[in-house]
């Protein structure tokens, strides 16, 4: 079976809306602090990780680029949590998801693409592929850390080839 193809399209808050926050420094969230000194982005994402006394995991994942051409033949989702990824350094990268279900097709998948001073936060449940970076990049990773199974990973019914034109 061909593998479907995709084109990224931009990371905007809207279009990103049914998957999670869009986690970006925008005026919309401002609000002054340490007296003037300091600019405060305000209530960014829907952090999520009480189920099933969940508590709060700070990680830094190192990502390294999948070869080229790029293949998506799985997803995974975090039923019990939600997931927020920050780059720490700023270089753009992909991000496929599909909304949450039980199970996920090639046809639902969505591809952003991020700008390196935009993170994501999943809701509980969002399908989305590991991180898909264009080149070597850290990001900061709040997850959830706890009791139960919070990671479900599936084969797609047909692969999902990432047009980077």
């Avoid at 420094?25 to 099933?52: E, K, W, Y």
């Avoid at 969002?126 to 850390?145: A, I, N």
């Amino acid at each position: 079976m061909q593998a479907l193809s995709l084109t990224p399209q931009p990371l905007t808050v809207e279009a990103f809306r049914a998957f999670g926050d869009v986690i970006e420094a925008r005026s919309d969230t401002t609000i002054n602090i340490n007296q003037g000194t300091s600019q405060r982005f305000h209530d960014l994402a829907r952090v999520d990780v009480s189920s099933g006394d969940g508590h709060p995991l700070v990680n830094i994942f190192r990502a390294s680029p999948y070869p080229e051409p790029l293949v998506l033949s799985m997803m995974e989702k975090h039923p019990l949590g939600s997931q927020l990824f920050m780059p720490l350094q700023d270089h753009a990268y992909l991000v496929a998801v599909a909304q949450a279900s039980d199970k996920v097709s090639a046809g639902d998948i969505t591809v952003f693409s991020a700008r390196g001073n935009q993170g994501v936060n999943f809701l509980p449940g969002t399908w989305h592929h590991p991180l898909l970076v264009l080149k070597q990049q850290d990001f900061l990773v709040v997850d959830r850390g706890g009791r139960g199974d919070n990671l479900v990973e599936q084969t797609l019914d047909q692969s999902v080839s990432i047009s980077l034109v």
